[in-house]
């Protein structure tokens, strides 16, 4: 690379597929699965940071979030149907794709449940191109706090100043920023590799 970033971190859902498990994923297993919303949403409010950090797994989130134990939904089914929701998007893939090929230096940083985190990193192709995966489940803290960039940094032993930060929600850019780090606001793969030649990390 001949700019001054040394390390380009991207999110996955949301700029690399769609998002794992948010709204709109949940909406459509309440939907699919005659869920009640209200109660739903209040239980997934209640231990989402749990799954998201990895002290709770994706079964016994289903369970307490989707009454799995009175038998009213099968926890295979939704289990199988919350990994169906995940899409790969292989134009935001293949400007990572591109970024990987400059040499530069790469890694994920996203906010992911363990179980769901290596379904869409193998169902994305991800290994083949990021070396690492800053994944909320295995550093047991998530965006937006501010905690979770400081180990990245700490980790990386990269300056803030040379770090680039992509993601589709301001709230986790915005940390990044107060850092010194170099953020994109993703919002598609054409304007992604514009601010990437922005930047100097694309020709």
């Not at 899409?87 to 530069?104: H, K, L, N, Y």
């Not at 769901?116 to 489940?137: A, D, K, T, W």
Request: charged content about 25%.
């Amino acid at each position: 690379m001949t700019s001054k970033i040394e390390l380009v971190l991207f999110d996955i859902g949301g700029v690399l597929g769609s998002n794992g498990w948010d709204r709109e994923q949940r909406a459509a297993a309440i939907e699919k699965f005659g869920l009640d919303a209200e109660d739903f949403q209040y239980r997934h409010e209640e231990t989402v940071a749990a799954l998201e950090v990895g002290m709770m797994t994706l079964d016994e989130y289903l369970t307490i979030t989707a009454y799995c134990g009175d038998r009213t939904v099968s926890c295979a089914a939704l289990k199988s149907f919350v990994f169906s929701q995940s899409e790969p998007w292989p134009d935001s893939i293949a400007v990572a794709r591109d970024v990987a090929s400059t040499g530069a230096r790469m890694a994920t940083l996203n906010n992911e449940s363990e179980e769901l985190n290596n379904h869409r990193i193998r169902l994305f192709g991800l290994r083949e191109i990021f070396p690492c995966f800053f994944s909320s489940c295995w550093l047991r803290v998530r965006k937006p706090m501010h905690e979770i960039y400081d180990i990245v940094l700490g980790i990386t032993q990269v300056d803030p100043t040379r770090t680039l930060f992509v993601d589709d929600r301001l709230q986790n850019l915005a940390p990044a920023a107060a850092l010194g780090m170099h953020t994109i606001h993703f919002r598609s793969a054409a304007q992604l590799r514009q601010d990437l030649q922005a930047h100097g990390v694309l020709p």
